[in-house]
Nanobody, 124 residues
Framework: QVQLVESGGGLVQAGGSLRLSCAASGRTFSTYTASWFRQAPGKEREFVAEISWSGGNTKYLDSVKGRFTISRDNAKNTVYLQMNSLKPEDTATYYC?????????????????WGQGTQVTVSS
């Protein structure tokens, strides 16, 4: 079992930056693929970024490429999402998720482990 706890959300002006953290429990987390999703009010949960267990592979939602960077520190059992040049449309609750394999299809239903979410609000 893996338990995930997100932190680092908050209120920021457009153009600003935030770094989200996802702290995981469980000795095997370093072998899991980890992802960030987000969900805005009235919208479906949306994939944002994913990183393989080694950190050697990443993928991103097109609209965040060049602005967001996902990384991980397996010694600390933590995954990060550095968000720069934030836009009002990035406003959402951000969730960390984990699964045991890497796939080209990051659908929420494929992730058995989820955090509780952290709110990110970008003002214009």
């Amino acid at each position: 079992q893996v338990q995930l706890v997100e932190s680092g959300g908050g209120l920021v002006q457009a153009g600003g930056s935030l770094r989200l953290s996802c702290a995981a429990s469980g000795r095997t987390f370093s072998t899991y693929t980890a992802s960030w999703f987000r969900q805005a009010p009235g919208k479906e949960r949306e994939f944002v970024a994913e990183i393989s267990w080694s950190g050697g592979n990443t993928k991103y939602l097109d609209s965040v490429k060049g602005r967001f960077t996902i990384s991980r520190d397996n010694a600390k059992n933590t995954v990060y999402l550095q968000m720069n040049s934030l836009k009002p449309e990035d406003t959402a609750t951000y969730y960390c998720a984990a699964r045991t394999y890497w796939s080209s299809t990051p659908y929420p239903k494929e992730f058995p482990f989820w955090g509780q979410g952290t709110q990110v609000t970008v003002s214009s």
